[in-house]
Nanobody, 116 residues
Framework: QVRLVESGGGLVQAGGSLRLSCAAS????????MAWYRQAPGKERELVAI???????NYADSAKGRFTISREGAENTVYLQMNSLKPEDTAVYYC??????????WGQGTQVTVSS
């Protein structure tokens, strides 16, 4: 069974930094694409950052210049470095991976809370 497990969330003051990690288990195959989403209370889940084959990276406008998504080669581990955090970044952050082009997997989420 494929599992994605996030870690690194927590409580931080505005202007601070956090690094989220997501590691996969239960598969010998590599994810094609890995991404980070977030969901704030009362809001829909939204894409934060995505990394595609060829190290192609895209970010939500709210994340550009502050967040960096990275991946260790073809390893099924993805990171999200978050700097200059704002209270509006408070959300549950979810790791997402796509395998074989269409098999989608989600982590259980990690809470990020930014205090003002």
């Amino acid at each position: 069974q494929v599992r994605l497990v996030e870690s690194g969330g927590g409580l931080v003051q505005a202007g601070g930094s956090l690094r989220l990690s997501c590691a996969a288990s239960g598969t010998i195959f590599s994810f094609n694409t890995m991404a980070w989403y977030r969901q704030a209370p009362g809001k829909e889940r939204e894409l934060v950052a995505i990394i595609r084959p060829g190290d192609l990276r895209n970010y939500a406008d709210s994340a550009k210049g502050r967040f960096t998504i990275s991946r260790e080669g073809a390893e099924n581990t993805v990171y999200l470095q978050m700097n200059s955090l704002k209270p509006e970044d408070t959300a549950v952050y979810y790791c997402n991976g796509i395998m074989h082009g269409s098999d989608v997997y989600w982590g259980q989420g990690t809470q990020v809370t930014v205090s003002s």
